[in-house]
C-alpha cells in the first residue's frame, strides 16, 4: 500500500541557513509520482514540484533542490538560505500509476525560519 | 478567477444538521478531488471525479458523505447528520485530466468546518 514518512514534525533554523526536509515513501508501483506541497498560515496548499519515477535527476529551482534516491525510497527537499517567508507546512505526496489518482500525503512537516 | 475556489471559507453548524460545501475548479480541469484535512495532519483523501461521475469515492468515511458534480464543473460535498469528528478543513483541488499520477492537483483555500 501506499505510504508517505515525513518523520521530521516540526524543524526551526535561522534566516540563511540551509534545511532538508526529508520524505521516505512505500509503494507497490513501479510508476508513481511524487510531489511537494507548501501550505504557508494562510492554509492554501501550493504545488511546488512533481516527480516520476523514472526520473531520478536531482532539480533546483532557485533556492530549492530535490533529491530522487530509488534506492533508499526517498525525496528529500532542501531549502539554500532560508527566508522567514519559508516559513509553512511542508507536505510529501504521492500518487500511484496503475492504482488512480489516490494522492497519499505525509503528515507534514512545519519548518518555523526565525529571523 | 484563475484559482479553485470554495464557499463557505468558514462554516460552524450544530451536531446532527446537514451542510454543503462548494467548489468551483479551475476553468477547463476536468478532475476534481476533495480531501479532509484534520489539525496537524496531512490532507486525507476522499473522493475524485473525472468529468460528471465519481471515479473513486474510496475515502468518504461513511454514507453521511456524498459528492455530486452534476455538470462536470462546480462540485458540491454533503454531509448528513453532522457529527463533532467531521470538524476540519475540507479541501478541493483540480487537475487538468486523470491520467493516472501524472496530473498536478491544484488546491482550494479550504472550508473549515466546525461541528458543535
Known amino acids: 500500500a501506499q505510504k508517505v514518512t515525513q518523520a521530521q514534525t516540526e524543524i526551526s533554523v535561522v534566516e540563511k541557513e540551509d534545511v532538508t526536509l526529508d520524505c521516505v515513501y512505500e509503494t507497490r508501483d513501479t510508476t508513481y509520482y511524487l510531489f511537494w506541497y507548501k501550505q504557508p498560515p494562510s492554509g492554501e496548499l501550493v504545488f511546488l514540484i512533481r516527480r516520476n519515477s523514472f526520473d531520478e535527476q536531482n532539480e533546483i529551482s532557485g533556492r530549492y533542490s530535490w533529491n530522487f534516491q530509488k534506492s533508499t525510497s526517498s525525496f528529500n527537499f532542501t531549502i539554500t538560505a532560508s527566508q522567514v517567508v519559508d516559513s509553512a507546512v511542508y507536505f510529501c505526496a504521492l500518487s500511484e500509476a496503475n492504482y488512480g489518482q489516490n494522492f497519499v500525503f505525509g503528515p507534514g512537516t512545519r519548518l518555523s525560519v526565525l529571523p | 478567477g484563475a484559482g479553485v475556489s470554495q464557499t463557505p471559507s468558514n462554516k460552524v453548524t450544530e451536531k446532527g444538521k446537514y451542510v454543503e460545501l462548494r467548489c468551483d475548479p479551475i476553468?477547463?480541469?476536468?478532475?476534481l478531488y476533495w480531501y479532509r484535512q484534520s489539525l496537524g495532519q496531512g490532507p486525507e483523501f476522499l473522493i475524485y471525479?473525472?468529468?460528471?461521475?465519481?471515479?473513486?469515492d474510496s475515502g468518504l468515511p461513511n454514507d453521511r458523505f456524498f459528492a455530486v458534480r452534476p455538470e462536470g464543473s462546480v462540485s458540491t460535498l454533503k454531509i448528513q447528520r453532522t457529527e463533532r469528528g467531521d470538524s476540519a478543513v475540507y479541501l478541493c483541488a483540480s487537475s487538468l485530466g486523470a491520467i493516472a499520477g501524472t496530473d498536478t492537483q491544484y488546491f482550494g483555500p479550504g472550508t473549515r468546518l466546525t461541528v458543535l
Open positions: 476553468s477547463g480541469h476536468t478532475a
Open positions: 471525479f473525472q468529468g460528471t461521475g465519481a471515479a473513486d
